[in-house]
């Protein structure tokens, strides 16, 4: 009932907190971007609408130009032609038989030679659509592709051999089978008419066939994730802009110091964030419950998006806890929505073309909106990541949500240490928790950078990552060594720093052994697997905890304060191990 209250509470003050017009632009705001967004992932862009300009003499040359929407087309006689070719900013002119175009010396060559281009597929595009329009397929096309979508293997590794068809046995399993004849062989024994183009394209309509069923080779295309692209900015930016809403609000608090009334009531930290959020979660599911519904979309979207609201949502509650002012507010929460955006941007590029595209719930998304199944584990690989980093992010939030840390003006750092002491102070056997419960930070950033590093030469792509992954892993598990340093929470001796790399580093091992096996089986047999410790026990064991202890012996001996020379010294022992595993891949 707490909660409810707290709601309905910071319900009336958010609403209050922006006049009339305000509230109303903003909703016409999010109208137009929801429609906009809709109608250009069904009908797709124009910006190339008209962006060359020809001239040309053949009324009926420029009927086949105008049938491509890039030409802008002028039909005059001949003098008159030439003047505008060259005074007038045409990219070509078109006299009779002849094509004249501006030459390398001239400012527009450029635009110009992309002009003859375009022409030449526009005219290649009308003349097949010319083709099509007659009857006889068979004559019109004598070569047909036969299109049939293979399933790849699911795994960020090159396929097996083992993977490929046995055509051998294929063959003597169906030595005795009778033989399947083409269509049109089968129309021409049988003295039937081969079908129309009129006919295959109703057949196409009433039937399931895919686009790229049957195709001719030049309507050979890969699939464009430009619908990926569209439904990730329709589903992220209304999330994103009811977050602000969200940060705006606690950053209004502080300044103003309202929030001093809700410290001193009854209600705990948590009760109070909850409360606060509770509106905001409700307004963003009840959005993308109208938007998939819009879409024709199931409703277990709206589960697929709800942890992607709760990573968006706690962003933006802790950067207002952190940040001093609105100005650092607005660096604080731009940083993180790139981050947040690529990581969910980025994989969603991939989708129907490989396993890595399932990094985004963005992709289940585009599955289940074109009537794909979608299974457990995907769900799980998909949202677990977004499910733990939001419940780290509140619960690192909470821990702050004071009147020290809400009402005073220490820095982000100061901040960020003073929720990891709070973390120590709640919690038995801190370090060794502490490790597991910033893990799936480290996991997703990991993710993220397996992504970033698919679109570079794999030799690169792994030499890169390694070093990346060892630093994250490095700083997330010596973090906390260094808050009980820095802050004086225990007593900077030899033992303890034994004592707390031990911890942390098995704490860590522990985590990521129960995180990773459950989570990524898709990628345990790979090389990412291998850097991300998939596989072995008693080695990443040994590895997690000797490189934790140098980096404590090193905050031990030289202090806190090269405590990036610490971390750097035990990523490149981290490092070193996981090139040992993946050398075959690197060295050949």
């Given at each position: 009932?707490?909660?409810?209250t707290?709601s309905?509470?910071?319900f ?5 907190s ?6 109303i ?17 069904q009908?797709?862009l124009?910006?190339n ?8 003499t053949?009324?009926?040359?420029a ?6 929407n890039k030409f ?12 505008l070719f060259e005074?007038k ?6 006299l009779?038989?002849?094509?004249f175009y501006h ?6 060559s450029?635009k110009?030679?992309?002009a ?9 595009k ?9 009857n006889d397929l068979?004559d ?5 592709l036969n ?14 051999l083992q993977t ?15 033989i399947?004849k083409?269509?049109?062989?089968k ?15 109703e ?6 066939l895919?686009e790229?069923?049957l195709?001719?080779p ?10 990926s692209v569209v439904?990730?900015?329709i ?9 602000q ?7 209004e608090?502080?300044?103003?110091r ?17 409360g606060?959020?509770l509106?905001?979660?409700v ?14 979309g ?5 589960l697929i998006l ?6 968006f ?7 207002a806890?952190?940040a ?8 604080v ?23 890595i ?13 074109e ?5 457990m584990?995907?769900y799980?690989?998909?949202t677990?990541?977004f499910?733990l ?5 509140f619960?690192?939030?909470?821990f702050?949500y ?12 100061g ?6 002491q709070e973390f120590?102070?709640?919690v ?6 502490l490790?597991?419960a910033?893990l799936?930070?480290?996991f997703s ?8 590093m ?5 030799r690169i ?10 630093l ?11 808050t ?9 001796s030899?033992a303890?720093a ?6 942390s ?8 052994k129960?995180l990773?096996?459950?989570v990524?089986?898709?990628?345990a ?5 291998s850097v991300?410790g ?6 990443p064991?040994?590895l ?5 202890t140098v980096?404590?012996?090193s905050?031990?001996y030289?202090?806190t ?6 971390i750097?010294?035990?990523s490149i022992i981290?490092a ?5 595993l ?7």
């Open positions: 009932m707490d909660l409810l707290i309905k509470w910071e009336r003050k958010t609403r209050l922006f006049s009339l017009k305000t509230r632009l903003s909703v016409i705001i999010l109208i137009l971007i929801g429609v906009t967004s809709f109608f250009v992932s009908s797709g124009h910006i609408d008209n962006i060359y300009k020809v001239v040309l053949d009324p009926e040359l009927k086949v130009l105008r049938t491509d802008d087309v002028f039909v005059t006689n001949k003098e008159n032609a030439k003047d005074l900013g045409f990219d070509i002119l078109i009779d038989s002849r094509i030459d390398s010396y001239s400012y527009d450029e110009s030679i992309s003859l281009d375009a022409l030449d597929k526009a005219i290649k009308y003349d097949e659509a010319r083709l099509l329009s007659y068979n019109t096309f004598p070569v047909w299109v049939k979508n293979i399933e790849r293997v699911q795994a960020f590794q090159p396929v097996s490929l068809p046995q055509f051998e046995k294929i063959q003597e399993n169906t030595a005795n089978a009778p399947e083409p269509a049109v062989e129309a021409v024994e049988e003295n039937t008419q081969l079908p129309s183009i009129k006919d295959f394209t057949l196409k309509k009433s039937s399931s895919q790229q069923t195709a001719t030049s309507h050979f295309n890969p699939p464009i994730p430009f619908k439904l990730s900015f589903f992220i930016f209304p999330i994103y802009f009811i977050a809403f969200f940060s705006s609000s606690i950053m608090e502080r300044v103003k309202k929030g001093e009334l809700l410290l001193v009531s009854p209600l705990s930290s948590y009760e109070i964030v909850l606060k959020l509106p905001y979660l307004i963003t599911l009840v959005m993308v419950a109208g938007m998939t519904f819009k879409l024709g199931s409703p277990w979207i709206i709800l942890p992607v609201s709760l990573m949502l706690s962003t933006a509650f802790f950067g806890i952190i001093r002012s609105f100005k650092e507010l607005s660096f929460l731009i940083f993180l929505s790139v981050f947040l955006s690529g990581y969910i941007f980025f994989p969603a590029m991939f989708a129907n073309i490989h396993a595209s399932i990094i985004s719930p963005i992709t289940l998304v585009v599955k289940m909106l009537n794909e199944p979608v299974s584990s995907e799980l690989f998909s677990t990541p499910y980093v939001s419940s780290l992010v619960m690192f939030g909470i702050i004071r009147e020290e840390d809400l009402f005073t003006q220490k820095s982000i750092k901040k960020l240490l003073d929720s990891i120590i102070a709640r038995p056997t801190p370090l060794f928790f490790s597991i910033l799936p930070l480290a950033i990991q993710l993220m950078l397996i992504v970033l698919f679109n570079v030469p794999l792509g792994i030499l890169v990552f390694i070093a990346c992954a060892a994250i892993e490095e700083v997330v598990k010596s973090v906390g060594i260094y009980v340093f820095s802050k004086k929470i225990a007593t900077v030899t303890n034994l004592k707390f790399g031990i911890l580093g098995a704490g860590f091992f522990v985590g990521e129960v990773l096996l459950v990524i089986a898709s990628i047999g790979s090389v990412f697997g991300m998939i596989g072995l026990l008693i080695f064991l040994l997690h905890i000797s490189s934790t980096a404590s012996l905050m031990r030289l202090g304060r090269n405590y990036l020379s610490s750097v010294l035990a981290h070193a191990y996981n090139l040992y993946v050398r075959g891949v690197i060295f050949g």
